[in-house]
């Protein structure tokens, strides 16, 4: 049972850079409100994925592939499912994240996958992103900008690699995460940029718990959430 009751049709936007756990935080802040969580990274990581399955490297490649590829997806709380088999290891892996980087560059695949979005969202959930509280859901009533310290997120990036049995360094891990943090910030099409109208938390020197407990007080303020 939720710890606490959202208003009919609470939007909760979650954005950020990479290695900022805005993902670990919307699933235990969507747990916490008894929301459904969407990760949009997931999303364009999987159709990153299968364009590299299907060799698909331009725009009109990667949306041909996406009209195969979605509709063979299952979107459910475990992450995503594709013929009944969760792949979500497979859409962590770093030559994923870099290939999500480039098919989220392309205006045509940002504009189809902002429909689906929107569409799982129009009930409530919690979603988390880079550009959720500027494009996807400009109306969500609650909005959160996570960051953390470049050095902080590669290593909270590689702890995660390392747990997934990937062989790859710290520093090449943080190479990579600022060469993300370059491509999210200079893309022409929604960028990575905190909404006007989110609140800042740095989570640098903070834990999960304390990072939830702050947007829930938050959102407890603004009468968005009570205790149950």
């Known amino acids: 049972m939720s710890e606490w009751k959202a208003i009919s049709g609470l939007q909760i936007a979650i954005d950020g850079p990479s290695g900022s756990g805005?993902?670990?935080?919307?699933?235990?802040?969507?747990?916490?409100?008894?929301?459904?969580?969407?990760?949009?990274?997931?999303?364009?990581?999987?159709?990153?994925?299968?364009?590299?399955?299907?060799?698909?490297t331009d725009e009109a490649g990667v949306l041909a592939c996406m009209d195969e590829c979605l509709g063979d997806m299952q979107w459910m709380p475990g992450g995503i499912f594709v013929q009944g088999k969760n792949i979500g290891d497979k859409l962590r892996q770093e030559d994923v994240a870099a290939a999500a980087s480039r098919v989220a560059a392309m205006p045509e695949v940002r504009r189809r996958l902002l429909h689906v979005q929107q569409d799982i969202a129009k009930n409530g959930c919690v979603m988390d992103g880079r550009d959720i509280g500027s494009v996807v859901l400009p109306d969500a009533q609650a909005?959160?900008?996570?960051?953390?310290?470049?050095?902080?997120?590669?290593?909270?990036?590689?702890?995660?690699?390392?747990?997934?049995?990937?062989?790859?360094?710290?520093?090449?891990?943080?190479?990579?995460?600022?060469?993300?943090?370059?491509?999210?910030?200079?893309?022409?099409?929604?960028?990575?940029?905190?909404?006007?109208?989110?609140v800042c938390i740095d989570s640098t020197t903070m834990r999960i718990d304390e990072v939830v407990d702050r947007m829930l007080s938050i959102m407890e303020r603004r009468a968005l959430i009570e205790k149950t």
Do not use: C
């Open 143 to 198: 909005k959160f900008y996570l960051t953390a310290s470049l050095r902080e997120r590669a290593r909270r990036r590689w702890s995660q690699l390392q747990g997934l049995g990937a062989e790859v360094s710290l520093d090449a891990t943080l190479n990579e995460i600022r060469l993300r943090d370059t491509q999210d910030a200079e893309r022409t099409h929604s960028p990575l940029k905190q909404a006007r109208d989110a």
């Open 22 to 56: 805005k993902g670990t935080i919307a699933k235990t802040v969507a747990q916490a409100v008894g929301l459904p969580v969407l990760d949009t990274g997931l999303l364009y990581r999987f159709i990153g994925y299968s364009s590299m399955q299907n060799g698909a």
